[in-house]
């Protein structure tokens, strides 16, 4: 199998040219693939495949093995991916993912796509549909007990499910330990991808993630904006203006329209290296 590892702020994946290949056991796959000592080392696998309703389709497994819906950095990756290798031969590209079909502006430097900016579509704010246990419509800076400690969580649907929880560090959180709690708490029925919060300034957010499937990882686009969304639904930040999201992988810029009720992030795409590895051993 000839794959490309790229990354978007340290979110990393390796990805894999299905007009070309095909992957059986697409699961079995990004679970070896993923192992950072006996495989490539990822977050995951993405495969880009053809697709009847946009320019190309992406499907995503998390190292853990399960299917994603949706990532922020990894379409980002997958719109490179497609113009670097000739896939598409435009600037603004539609990409099918299980949220939904998502548009994509290209920004190109000699001929290679340096960022991408996506219109990553509107927020979902309603719990049942996010999903989150609650008897409100919205759960927004609503307490949650979580190991014995009350914390406040606001929640958001980017085509995953987010949990926000805001506070005065992040640097020192020990996420290893409450990161799992809150995937697999009993209030979120398909887990959840939780972010942790200190807001620096009205324009500027730092955060920590801790993704359902992978555990805690560099950057998460789709938390990004839930965070950008939660943070001007509690009134931390201004309106209709952009958010400088900062992550352990680096800086995200998130601008939540009101008016057009959809989601704008901006973010460099990187290629890391490409290969080939044989995977006829998951066959046996």
């Given at each position: 199998?000839?794959?490309?590892?790229?990354?978007?702020?340290?979110?990393?994946?390796?990805?894999?040219?299905?007009?070309?290949?095909?992957?059986?056991?697409?699961?079995?796959?990004?679970?070896?693939?993923?192992?950072?000592?006996?495989?490539?080392?990822?977050?995951?696998?993405?495969?880009?495949?053809?697709?009847?309703?946009?320019?190309?389709?992406?499907?995503?497994?998390?190292?853990?093995?399960?299917?994603?819906?949706?990532?922020?950095?990894?379409?980002?990756?997958?719109?490179?991916?497609?113009?670097?290798?000739?896939?598409?031969?435009?600037?603004?590209?539609?990409?099918?993912?299980?949220?939904?079909?998502?548009?994509?502006?290209?920004?190109?430097?000699?001929?290679?796509?340096?960022?991408?900016?996506?219109?990553?579509?509107?927020?979902i704010l309603n719990a049942k549909t996010i999903p989150v246990v609650s008897e409100k419509e919205q759960v927004i800076n609503e307490p949650l007990t979580v190991n014995g400690e009350t914390y406040h969580i606001t929640a958001v649907s980017m085509g995953n499910p987010h949990a926000i929880v805001y506070m005065d560090d992040v640097k020192n959180l020990n996420i290893a330990e409450i990161g799992p709690m809150f995937e697999n708490h009993i209030n979120f029925p398909d887990r959840i991808n939780t972010e942790?919060?200190?807001?620096?300034?009205?324009?500027?957010?730092?955060?920590?993630?801790?993704?359902?499937?992978?555990?805690?990882?560099?950057?998460?686009?789709?938390?990004?904006?839930?965070?950008?969304?939660?943070?001007?639904?509690?009134?931390?930040?201004?309106?209709?203006?952009?958010?400088?999201?900062?992550?352990?992988?680096?800086?995200?810029?998130?601008?939540?329209?009101?008016?057009?009720?959809?989601?704008?992030?901006?973010?460099?795409?990187?290629?890391?290296?490409?290969?080939?590895?044989?995977?006829?051993?998951?066959?046996?």
């Amino acid at each position: 199998m000839k794959f490309t590892k790229m990354q978007g702020i340290g979110n990393d994946y390796v990805y894999v040219d299905c007009f070309q290949e095909t992957v059986n056991n697409p699961s079995a796959v990004a679970k070896f693939v993923s192992d950072r000592h006996f495989g490539i080392g990822s977050d995951g696998l993405i495969l880009v495949k053809p697709s009847d309703v946009a320019d190309c389709e992406m499907d995503m497994y998390n190292l853990d093995g399960s299917q994603g819906a949706m990532c922020g950095n990894g379409i980002r990756c997958v719109a490179k991916f497609a113009y670097d290798k000739g896939i598409v031969h435009k600037k603004n590209i539609s990409v099918a993912t299980k949220s939904g079909i998502k548009y994509l502006e290209l920004t190109v430097k000699n001929n290679k796509v340096s960022s991408v900016k996506v219109n990553m579509g509107s927020p979902i704010l309603n719990a049942k549909t996010i999903p989150v246990v609650s008897e409100k419509e919205q759960v927004i800076n609503e307490p949650l007990t979580v190991n014995g400690e009350t914390y406040h969580i606001t929640a958001v649907s980017m085509g995953n499910p987010h949990a926000i929880v805001y506070m005065d560090d992040v640097k020192n959180l020990n996420i290893a330990e409450i990161g799992p709690m809150f995937e697999n708490h009993i209030n979120f029925p398909d887990r959840i991808n939780t972010e942790f919060v200190k807001v620096i300034d009205r324009h500027t957010l730092q955060m920590r993630v801790w993704e359902r499937g992978s555990g805690e990882t560099l950057a998460c686009g789709t938390g990004a904006c839930a965070v950008a969304v939660a943070s001007t639904l509690n009134g931390l930040v201004d309106e209709d203006v952009p958010v400088t999201v900062k992550l352990l992988g680096g800086d995200l810029e998130i601008l939540w329209n009101r008016q057009e009720n959809l989601v704008y992030m901006t973010g460099p795409a990187t290629t890391v290296f490409e290969g080939e590895i044989d995977l006829s051993f998951l066959e046996k």
